[in-house]
Structure formats: C-alpha cells, structure tokens
C-alpha cells in the first residue's frame, strides 16, 4: 500500500543543507498497525506527514497503492488525500467554532457528497462513537478523551484505506489512552490500515510491527 523508496527530507539554507529524514526506505501493506517510535526531532512526524500527502519528500520516490505520488501535482495528491486517508492529531484539531455533528461532518463537505448521504453517514459514525448525546456540544464542553474521539470519527467518515495517527493520545490519560487504542486495534481486526506514533511502548504494543526512527533514519523494524 505504502512505499517509500530511498526517501529524503532536507531544508537548504545560504550555506548548508540540513537533513530531516536520510534515506527511508519503508514498505506498509494494507491490513498491517505499524508503530513509528523514536526520539523527539528524529523525523517521526515528518515521516507520518509525508506518508498522509501533507508534505513532499525532498528526494526520492513514493507509491501509495502504486501510484507515484512524488510525481503527483499538488492538486492530484490532495485528492488522494481526501479519499484515502484519516489522520489524527495529538491536539485534535477540531474546529471550536463548529459542533460535535459538525466537525464530524467537514470532510464530507470537502468530498463533496450530497446531503442526504452526509447525514446519514454522520449518524452511523455519532451511534458507533456512543456520542449522539454530544452531537450538537462544542469541542470545548467534551472531556480530551472525548474530543479525540470526535477527532478520530472525522478521520474515519469518509472511509479511508489508512488512518495515521501522530500521538494521538499524547494528551490523554492513561485510561483514555486505552480506550483510542482498544478502538484502533478493533478498526484494524476490521481491516484498516494504521499506522500510529507514539512514545509509549504500551502503546506500541496494540500494533504489529514497530519502527524505530533516530536522526532521520531507520533504526531498527520488528514485528511482533
Ligand atoms: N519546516 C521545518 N523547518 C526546519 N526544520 C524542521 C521543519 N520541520 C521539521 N523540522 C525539524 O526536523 C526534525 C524532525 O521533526 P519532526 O517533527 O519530524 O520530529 P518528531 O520525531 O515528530 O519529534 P516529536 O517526537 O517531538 O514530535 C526536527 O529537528 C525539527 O526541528
Ligand atoms: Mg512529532
């Protein structure tokens, strides 16, 4: 599903070039819960945003579903992004403005399907998250927990292929932790794709396959 061939990202300044990721080489195939760890600043995020289409290597090539995205225009590859990909961030990022029900919805809109389909795609994800109470609440009236799970329900309406998710419980407690990773090990027993960062190894564990990033570059790959 994904493949990274020989991957830089590297920033040039007036005198010197300074690399963030050095020679990726990293093949994910659909079904797998991959876990990127590794420490701060060593290219995890990047890796994950190059991986989502919201980032572009500097070198080298990437294939997702055999299509090669490092040729792709902006344009083709957000599109990409949109139908195959959800991704969750560690700080949500919902929009405060907009309603649980509304959040939930956005990347409907952006796809642009039709209204009946929305609301009833809404519904179905709102009954699955145990959140049509919540439905019309703001971002800032839910518990952390809460609203990360609202953050993962907008990754999930428009069925993607690959949910990535960067720290996704970086600010959660430990039994909200738990309860994001007992539902991505559900979604991947169902299918999905995952591939998630984290620093913990409890985490980790919920996953396959775990990769260990240093300095921009692979580590150490193991399944288990
Ligand atoms: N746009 C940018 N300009 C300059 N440096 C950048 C840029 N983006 C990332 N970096 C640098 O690249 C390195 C890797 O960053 P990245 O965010 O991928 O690390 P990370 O492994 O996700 O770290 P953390 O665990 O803290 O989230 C860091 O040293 C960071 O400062
Ligand atoms: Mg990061």
Same mark, same amino acid.
């Given at each position: 599903m994904i493949k990274l061939k020989d991957v830089d990202k590297f920033i040039d300044s007036k005198y010197q070039r300074t690399f963030i990721l050095k020679g990726i080489d990293l093949e994910i195939k659909q079904g797998e819960f991959v876990t990127i760890m590794g420490p701060s600043g060593a290219g995890k995020s990047t890796v994950m945003n190059i991986i989502g289409m919201l980032d572009e290597p500097s070198q080298g090539e990437y294939y997702f579903l055999d299509e090669p995205i490092h040729k792709m225009k902006e344009r083709k590859r957000s599109e990409l992004h949109k139908h195959h990909i959800g991704f969750v961030f560690q700080a949500y990022h919902l929009i405060d403005e907009l309603t649980v029900y509304e959040n939930i919805e956005t990347p409907l809109l952006y796809k642009g399907v039709k209204s009946s389909e929305r609301k009833s795609l809404v519904a179905e994800m709102l009954d699955r998250f145990q959140m049509v109470a919540k439905?019309?609440?703001? %971002? =800032?009236?839910?518990s952390g927990g809460q609203q990360q799970l609202v953050g993962v329900a907008r990754a999930l309406i428009g069925q993607p292929k690959l949910l990535l998710a960067d =720290? %996704?419980?970086?600010?959660?407690?430990s039994d909200q932790a738990e309860e994001i990773m007992k539902l991505f090990q559900k979604l991947n027993s169902e299918g999905m794709t995952i591939v998630q960062v984290t620093h913990s190894k409890e985490n980790a564990a919920y996953g396959k396959r775990t990769i260990n990033i240093v300095d921009g570059a692979i580590d150490t790959d193991s399944t288990h």
């Open positions: 439905k019309d609440l703001f %971002p =800032e009236q839910l =720290e %996704p419980t970086g600010n959660l407690h």
